[in-house]
């Protein structure tokens, strides 16, 4: 009888997690902003956005961390907040927005998780949690070196691990260390794409492609063998 109610809580919020209908709606939501402002604001939107931000000052960047480090934790798809961040603050200035609101969003996620029970976190990261466990065994038993190939290569996905990771033996140090180290190439690459996509053929632009297909193509490499 205690055991059901203890983990009762912590399985409601995962259900509310995985139910896809409170993010599609939010997605439908703000797809419909979109809509509206492009219809009537058109061309001069990203221009206008990008002085609206400016005008706020710190308070700006502020809220950007804010709101993707709550995306992070509420597990929607934040690449494409880190190429707007990319637009909205510049590639220097936009990765420190972007890595600190990941840091903060991995750093609560692990504490939820933390929280959590196993059987709820497991239901949440699936076969994922079962696959990290067995990498961590095998990573000469040093948890930083295991959380930063992680976070090199994507192949777990990064909101996922976040839980994933709670639920093993890492400890926070060494978690939060790999991850502030690995997040780096990822973050830098989406960003500057995000802020160089008004012209495909720069130099910043071919770069940062190129890097994330580097990172893409070598860590999908990268996995086959160490399924093998």
């Known amino acids: 009888m205690t055991g059901p109610a203890t983990t009762a809580p912590g399985r409601r919020w995962v259900r509310v997690l995985r139910s896809p209908w409170p993010r599609l709606a939010?997605?439908?939501?703000?797809?419909?902003a979109a809509g509206v402002l492009a219809v009537t604001?058109?061309?001069?939107l990203v221009a206008d956005t990008r002085a609206w931000v400016a005008g706020l000052g710190p308070a700006g960047a502020v809220a950007f961390v804010l709101v993707y480090a709550?995306?992070?934790m509420a597990l929607l798809p934040v690449s494409l907040l880190s190429a707007v961040a990319g637009v909205l603050f510049g590639p220097v200035a936009g990765v420190a927005v972007v890595w600190t609101g990941a840091m903060l969003g991995a750093g609560g996620s692990f504490a939820v998780g933390r929280v959590l029970s196993r059987p709820a976190v497991e239901a949440l990261a699936g076969e994922r949690l079962e696959r990290f466990d067995r990498?961590?065994?095998?990573?000469?038993?040093?948890a930083f070196l295991a959380v930063l190939l992680v976070r090199l290569v994507p192949l777990f996905g990064f909101v996922l691990v976040n839980y994933g990771a709670a639920a093993t033996a890492v400890g926070l140090r060494p978690y939060l260390?790999?991850?502030a180290l690995g997040i780096v190439p990822g973050v830098v690459a989406l960003v500057v794409l995000g802020g160089s996509a008004d012209d495909p053929t720069s130099p910043a632009f071919l770069a940062a492609a190129g890097g994330f297909a580097t990172l893409t193509v070598g860590g999908a490499l990268l996995a086959r063998r160490m399924r093998g």
């Open 70 to 72: 709550v995306a992070t």
């Open 177 to 179: 260390a790999g991850t």
């Open 26 to 32: 939010l997605f439908a939501v703000l797809l419909a």
């Open 41 to 44: 604001r058109g061309s001069s």
């Open 135 to 142: 990498f961590l065994t095998h990573t000469a038993r040093r």
